[in-house]
């Protein structure tokens, strides 16, 4: 009879780690939805091509087409926000993203941003 309790035993032992295991292999469409903070936004590969603006660091930022629910003033508070002043001209695009112009470090350049929040500046 030792026997058999042992094996019951043995068995519940190895039941109740199952569930540990199992959690321990989630798949990853179990991640969260948003990207974390500083992570680069994902590539929409479905998008028609949008040709990159430079930005004024020197890098490629593109831009992604898209509809924009920023008003105005929150597209001048996010300019304003990466430093640039003095914004004028601004107006959506058909591709949804804000086009102006402002002054950053003495110079004008023209600027963009993206429903996504993405800045741009050429």
Partial sequence: ????????VALLVLLAGLPAVAGAQTPAAQAPATPPTGAAPPVDRTAP????????SG????????ANSFTEQQARDRLAS????DVSGLSKDQDGIWRG???KDGRTVSVAIDYQGNVAAE
């Fill in 49 to 56: 091509p949008n040709p990159p603006v430079r930005s004024g």
């Fill in 1 to 8: 009879m030792t026997k058999v309790r042992a094996a019951r």
């Fill in 82 to 85: 990466r430093g640039f002043a």
């Fill in 101 to 103: 112009h402002a002054v």
């Fill in 59 to 66: 890098q490629d930022k593109i831009l992604a087409p898209g």
